[in-house]
């Protein structure tokens, strides 16, 4: 990648033959010199830095008329990739932007690859690792603490807490290799104050670690089952969990013949809920195709509700459908409790947490939330309310970084030479370099930014 080049991309999502605005985006040496050739500003409006004009786009080579548009100028450094950026700020829809980005690559300019325009921002100085990170983390958000976790990426509060760290490793390194090379020259070292110390950071170190489930669960989510013999209500509950009628609802037994898909936000975790067919024995060729479809998307769930109908109590069909459930993790969900009372399913002793519902009534959903979070958080997958999280890079960095302090403790308490601090402090120093980006190789950067989208 050369930095010097102009790129360009369309910066905004497009909705084909719908929208109001799409945004056609350069950054490089050559983008006001672009932007000169394709933008026509009438009466004397001023091309100066952070003010925007009002004009039309024209092809350079035949002037025809592109678009009625604005044009806004952001000139090195003040803008997001510390180099001159520009941006056409076009009519929505597939053919106006796509007539402007082609403009402005027949004008000179190049396509940015995924994620360059934030590498570039990373390579200019702008923003660190996590940062960077932090940006495709809040693009992708599927919940409001998502998107809050990963904003507190974007200012900087994990990086501040790394920085840190590394620069107490890098301390005690020095003075460490002070010693290898001028031990006569000065004090011993105080063996004790530098065990303590490397406690602590591994202390710290630990903690961030502990975020790296709740980053997880945040971005990726959840995937819950909802399973049950035909005609209990999953596809009711279904509708009254996600407000809509996402599902066919009739009295008839085996009306689900595929698996129903909603996203949902539960207690701020992204919610991939299915609504499965009915299982049971079947000689209806189609309904038995749902039926094992059915089967796996349980076995991939990472949550069933196990749902089964009030009236008609604890079936010998519930009881083979729970036995070929049982290590998942799951909730009972016992359903019309409108028409029957749930004391007549007397459901086995080792399921743990059973909630009611009337889901054609919208009844019980806010207990059954409950329940989920619940679960989930007895599982270890949330941790507490924190501001920030790490994610699977960054966490595989800190774990490195911690068997480092723990072999440069072991050394000191061994007695080994001082070589062998030095040679675990400088991994430890490496780890915590790799996410912020100080100390970082080029292979990492690539399989960071392939994951952007092409314009930010």
């Given at each position: 990648?050369?930095?010097?080049?102009?790129?360009?991309?369309?910066?905004?999502?497009?909705?084909?033959?719908?929208?109001?605005?799409?945004?056609?985006?350069?950054?490089?040496?050559?983008?006001?010199?672009?932007?000169?050739?394709?933008?026509?500003?009438?009466?004397?409006?001023?091309?100066?830095?952070?003010?925007?004009?009002?004009?039309?786009?024209?092809?350079?080579?035949?002037?025809?008329?592109?678009?009625?548009?604005?044009?806004?100028?952001?000139?090195?450094?003040?803008?997001?990739?510390?180099?001159?950026?520009?941006?056409?700020?076009?009519?929505?829809?597939?053919?106006?932007?796509?007539?402007?980005?082609?403009?402005?690559?027949?004008?000179?300019?190049?396509?940015?690859?995924?994620?360059?325009?934030?590498?570039?921002?990373?390579?200019?100085?702008?923003?660190?690792?996590?940062?960077?990170?932090?940006?495709?983390?809040?693009?992708?958000?599927?919940?409001?603490?998502?998107?809050?976790?990963?904003?507190?990426?974007?200012?900087?509060?994990?990086?501040?807490?790394?920085?840190?760290?590394?620069?107490?490793?890098?301390?005690?390194?020095?003075?460490?290799?002070?010693?290898?090379?001028?031990?006569?020259?000065?004090?011993?070292?105080?063996?004790?104050?530098?065990?303590?110390q490397l406690q602590a950071a591994a202390s710290e170190v630990e903690q961030l670690l502990a975020t790296a489930?709740?980053?997880?669960?945040?971005?990726?989510?959840?995937?819950?089952?909802?399973?049950?013999?035909?005609?209990?209500?999953?596809?009711?509950?279904?509708?009254?969990?996600?407000?809509?009628?996402?599902?066919?609802?009739?009295?008839?037994?085996?009306?689900?013949?595929?698996?129903?898909?909603?996203?949902?936000?539960?207690?701020?975790?992204?919610?991939?809920?299915?609504?499965?067919?009915?299982?049971?024995?079947?000689?209806?060729?189609?309904?038995?195709?749902?039926?094992?479809?059915?089967?796996?998307?349980?076995?991939?769930?990472?949550?069933?509700?196990?749902?089964?109908?009030?009236?008609?109590?604890?079936?010998?069909?519930?009881?083979?459908?729970?036995?070929?459930?049982?290590?998942?993790?799951?909730i009972l969900v016992i359903n019309k409790v409108d028409l029957a009372s749930p004391n007549r399913v007397k459901?086995?002793?080792?399921?743990?947490?059973?909630?009611?519902?009337?889901?054609?009534?919208?009844?019980?959903?806010?207990?059954?939330?409950?329940?989920?979070?619940?679960?989930?958080?007895?599982?270890?997958?949330?941790?507490?309310?924190?501001?920030?999280?790490?994610?699977?890079?960054?966490?595989?960095?800190?774990?490195?970084?911690?068997?480092?302090?723990?072999?440069?403790?072991?050394?000191?308490?061994?007695?080994?030479?001082?070589?062998?601090?030095?040679?675990?402090?400088?991994?430890?120093?490496?780890?915590?370099?790799?996410?912020?980006?100080?100390?970082v190789t080029e292979s990492v950067l690539d399989r960071i930014f392939s994951r952007f989208c092409i314009g930010?």
């Amino acid at each position: 990648m050369t930095l010097g080049t102009t790129i360009a991309a369309i910066a905004t999502a497009i909705v084909p033959q719908q929208g109001s605005i799409g945004i056609v985006r350069l950054s490089g040496e050559e983008s006001v010199a672009i932007a000169r050739q394709l933008f026509v500003a009438p009466g004397r409006q001023p091309w100066d830095s952070h003010r925007i004009l009002y004009g039309h786009i024209r092809d350079p080579q035949t002037q025809q008329l592109i678009d009625e548009a604005l044009l806004l100028l952001m000139l090195a450094p003040r803008s997001f990739t510390r180099e001159d950026v520009v941006e056409f700020h076009c009519h929505g829809g597939m053919i106006p932007v796509q007539q402007v980005l082609q403009a402005c690559l027949s004008a000179g300019a190049r396509l940015a690859q995924p994620g360059e325009f934030t590498l570039r921002a990373f390579l200019n100085g702008r923003l660190d690792l996590t940062q960077a990170e932090g940006i495709a983390d809040l693009v992708g958000a599927r919940s409001p603490q998502a998107a809050q976790t990963a904003l507190a990426g974007i200012q900087g509060k994990l990086a501040h807490p790394i920085q840190q760290l590394r620069q107490q490793c890098l301390d005690i390194l020095a003075e460490i290799e002070a010693r290898i090379d001028f031990e006569e020259d000065l004090p011993p070292l105080d063996e004790a104050s530098i065990t303590r110390q490397l406690q602590a950071a591994a202390s710290e170190v630990e903690q961030l670690l502990a975020t790296a489930d709740r980053g997880e669960l945040l971005r990726t989510g959840i995937k819950v089952a909802i399973v049950g013999r035909p005609n209990v209500g999953k596809s009711s509950l279904l509708n009254a969990w996600s407000r809509s009628d996402r599902a066919i609802v009739t009295d008839l037994p085996g009306t689900t013949r595929d698996v129903v898909e909603s996203s949902l936000v539960v207690a701020g975790i992204p919610v991939q809920v299915l609504d499965t067919a009915g299982i049971r024995e079947t000689e209806d060729r189609v309904e038995k195709m749902g039926v094992e479809r059915s089967r796996g998307a349980a076995q991939q769930a990472d949550l069933v509700l196990l749902t089964v109908d009030a009236a008609s109590g604890w079936t010998p069909e519930d009881g083979e459908l729970y036995e070929t459930l049982r290590g998942q993790p799951l909730i009972l969900v016992i359903n019309k409790v409108d028409l029957a009372s749930p004391n007549r399913v007397k459901y086995p002793p080792d399921i743990q947490t059973a909630v009611m519902t009337a889901a054609a009534q919208n009844q019980g959903i806010e207990g059954l939330e409950r329940a989920i979070a619940q679960t989930v958080q007895q599982g270890n997958l949330q941790a507490a309310n924190l501001d920030l999280a790490v994610n699977q890079r960054q966490a595989e960095a800190l774990t490195r970084a911690n068997l480092s302090l723990e072999h440069a403790m072991r050394s000191i308490a061994e007695k080994l030479p001082l070589d062998f601090w030095s040679i675990d402090l400088r991994g430890a120093v490496q780890a915590l370099g790799e996410i912020t980006g100080e100390d970082v190789t080029e292979s990492v950067l690539d399989r960071i930014f392939s994951r952007f989208c092409i314009g930010k």
